[in-house]
């Protein structure tokens, strides 16, 4: 019996999508509800399940070719041995709980040297771990954990997730270098090339994603009357408070208390003060809001994404910094919903984690401003007739100067510096 795989519906107005990675091979088993292959549209990537059990017979769409929603791409033959009662159509996968398996790669070819060098390596990891099956089976059974609330069980998925930060105790917020995307792995043997004296080109379709953001990118800039704004922070009170809070607000959420939740509800206070930047300009009307959807940028697997804080209004501290981990971990697997990734009516992005000391940040249309964080450092200012050291941070807000005029843009970005250099005020709502 033959079993046709065909791309789902993944977002309303989503009607092609891309072959990403084929997840098996042709003849390879498929468990049902197994991850088959991967989609990518011009606002996520989805991985495809198997419907059923079978054996991949058939691919008919290959990686980087495009398709639309409903097509048949490949084809499962379902034997005797691997078959399943009940079929249905196509799932997709765009959630895993903590404990899921790790995301698959693109399968390759093995080597002879290869394989050798496996069995060794795996031949030393065996010893260690008998090791340490051997200790723990003198020491008796390990007790599982007693379960947790919901709040705690989504904060330990952050938490696994979330970058943690070695810090100086000037500057507990450096943050150590970001790990390695999947396209820079996979450039890494082609540039090598280069130590050999081989002068090579090579040509790589541009994801959806890329696409999509390289159009919004010049639509900002073709449609907007764009300009950017500067001040400084200086992080002193906001670290102090972070110093002397932050074990007490782990062990509670089980998540750390990050800068960012800081940046959200400061950036909150401040857009409630000038309604305009949470605006837009729509059809020749400017359109006013009473919520606060705040895009969040981070940087995933296959690009800069933005996904979107609902209501970030009615969010604690610890909703944020749990909702914000949440999503870097599900962006560095290519795990984001098409629709957490729309409708943000104000973006945040901290460049800081790249090392950014300072940039001029584009806003995301049809949104009319966006706030850059930039790294701390230590610098010298005058306080109090002296000259100190301080942990600053450059801010930039960009705006739609069609909207926004210089007075608001700078009133909105001094009321970001208050709230963060005195961030008691935000708890009192002062």
């Known amino acids: 019996m033959t079993i046709e795989v065909k791309v789902p519906e993944v977002g309303e107005s989503i009607t092609e999508v891309e072959i990403g990675d084929w997840l098996k091979a042709v003849g390879d088993s498929v468990q049902q509800d197994e991850d088959l292959v991967v989609i990518e549209t011009d606002k996520a990537t989805v991985e495809i399940l198997a419907p059923q059990a079978g054996r991949l017979s058939k691919i008919l769409k290959a990686s980087g070719e495009t398709a639309q929603v409903g097509e ?33 790669g693109r399968r390759t070819k093995v080597t002879k040297q290869e394989q050798s060098i496996n069995a060794r390596e795996s031949d030393s990891d065996d010893l260690p771990e008998a090791q340490a099956a051997s200790t723990q089976s003198s020491a008796g059974p390990v007790e599982p954990p007693p379960q947790q609330n919901q709040l705690n069980a989504a904060a330990r998925s952050s938490e696994a997730a979330a970058i943690e930060i070695e810090a100086r105790p000037s500057l507990p917020d450096l943050e150590p270098p970001l790990e390695e995307t999947a396209p820079v792995k996979r450039l890494e043997s082609f540039v090598a090339g280069a130590t050999r004296g081989e002068r090579q080109e090579k040509l790589v379709p541009m994801s959806p994603l890329r696409r999509r953001l390289a159009e919004r990118l010049v639509q900002a800039q073709q449609t907007a009357a764009l300009l950017t704004t500067f001040n400084e922070i200086d992080m002193s009170a906001v670290n102090q408070l972070r110093q002397i809070h932050q074990d007490a607000f782990k062990e509670k959420y089980n998540v750390r208390l990050g800068l960012m939740s800081f940046f959200v509800r400061a950036a909150i206070e401040a857009l409630k003060l000038i309604p305009e930047v949470n605006a837009e300009i729509r059809d020749g009307s400017i359109v006013y809001r009473n919520y606060f959807d705040i895009g969040v940028a981070v940087g995933g697997g296959r690009g800069l994404v933005v996904p979107v804080l609902r209501d970030a209004q009615s969010m604690s501290f610890a909703a944020i910094e749990i909702a914000i981990g949440d999503f870097a971990r599900r962006a560095r697997e290519n795990k984001l919903k098409p629709d957490e990734l729309q409708g943000g009516t104000f973006t945040i992005t901290n460049g800081g984690v790249y090392g950014s000391l300072l940039s001029t940040p584009i806003i995301n249309p049809p949104q009319s401003a966006i706030l850059g964080m930039h790294t701390m450092q230590e610098r ?31 009133t909105f970005l001094k009321q970001i510096k208050t709230a963060v250099e005195e961030p008691v005020r935000m708890l009192l709502e002062l």
């Open 72 to 104: 048949v791409i490949g084809h499962l033959d379902q034997t005797e041995d691997t078959s399943v009662d009940g079929a249905g159509e196509n799932q997709t996968r765009v959630v895993e709980s903590p404990e899921a398996k790790k995301p698959k």
């Open 380 to 410: 010298p200012v005058a306080r109090d007739g002296a000259v100190v050291l301080r942990p600053m941070m450059y801010v930039a807000l960009s705006y739609d100067h069609r909207l926004i005029d210089g007075r608001e843009a700078v």
